[in-house]
């Protein structure tokens, strides 16, 4: 039986609109999902609270700045910050040497670089075997280390695992990173002569600093206010820490309110996902990678 063109017409239409349909199906895409919406709907099992013990609420002239110090990478310079903190042995000192893009450092009595306190220097605790650090989630690897991630939040880099078997003393290193918003101990050219004073890292100071330095913890809230410190060696108008204190001894209306999120958590694998901070096992940049917290509730990701 012959068809008319005309009903011809009507198969051929049918017969290209069908796939066209099925392909619009299949074409359609599900929602992308921002960075800041996988850390919304992250479940409460991916967060942790700060331990109050560990952290040090420093009050500058623009604001409150809140430091998790981190006894599991630097026990013995966490304490003796402890110790000073809690003898007010900080309070009113000078940011005495803020260099931009690098560190603003304090801590020193004199104001000039050559002081200190009563108690012993610090042997050095630059880096840690891997095996000592069990809380190390690498995410890939970059420019500067064989692989880059975090400790419980906090930015490190370590040497390749399969460096063990190669070592005579079976020794594979993880340090922290000298990224924005890392807390470090200043020093003389003995590596052991750390003291009282310290440094907060205001630029990507990992290729000179990373492995020399004592890295004992990271702002996770009030870094806005440590945007302002004057800057100069030294500053013509230096910035003064007004008082720090140790968060567990300050009254309950004080205590900050702070949650990180996990960063061995699926959550952070996602969001890390989303920000596209990782591709084919490298990270682009693991200083502009902020580890998600929630201050007062508020979800903070810089």
């Not at 690498?138 to 390749?160: E, K, N, T």
């Not at 910035?239 to 001894?249: F, G, S, W, Y």
Request: charge should be neutral; include cysteine; charged fraction near 30%.
């Amino acid at each position: 039986m012959k068809l008319s063109i005309a009903a011809a017409a009507v198969l051929v239409a049918v017969s290209i609109a069908l796939p066209a349909a099925a392909r619009k199906d299949k074409d359609e895409k599900t929602p992308v999902l921002r960075p800041v919406d996988i850390v919304s709907a992250a479940p409460a099992d991916a967060w942790r609270p700060i331990d109050l013990e560990n952290t040090i609420l420093m009050d500058l002239p623009q604001g409150e700045v809140v430091i998790e110090m981190r006894p599991d990478i630097a026990p013995k310079t966490v304490a003796q910050i402890k110790t000073l903190v809690r003898r007010h042995f900080y309070d009113d000192l000078n940011f005495h040497r803020v260099i931009e893009g690098f560190v603003a450092q304090g801590g020193d009595p004199k104001g000039d670089g050559t002081g200190g306190s009563d108690l012993p220097d610090i042997p050095a605790e630059f880096t840690h075997d891997t095996k000592e650090i069990p809380d190390f989630a690498a995410i890939g690897r970059d420019r500067m280390a064989a692989r880059v991630g975090f400790i419980d939040g906090l930015p490190a880099a370590a040497q390749p695992e399969s460096l063990r078997s190669f070592r005579e003393d079976k020794h594979v290193e993880v340090w922290g990173a000298h990224c924005p918003g890392v807390m470090s101990m200043a020093r003389a050219t003995d590596p052991n002569s750390a003291n009282s004073q310290f440094f907060l890292v205001i630029g990507d100071a990992r290729q000179n600093l990373d492995r020399r330095y004592a890295v004992w913890g990271w702002v996770v809230a009030g870094f806005d206010n440590t945007r302002r410190i004057a800057r100069g060696d030294p500053p013509k108008r230096p910035t003064p820490i007004l008082r720090m204190r140790i968060a567990a001894d300050v009254p309950d209306n004080e205590k900050p309110h702070v949650q990180v999120m996990k960063t061995d958590s699926d959550s952070f694998r996602k969001y890390l996902e989303a920000a596209g901070a990782v591709k084919d096992g490298f990270v682009r940049d693991l200083c502009s990678i902020k580890t998600p917290r929630k201050v007062n509730g508020k979800i903070e990701l810089q």
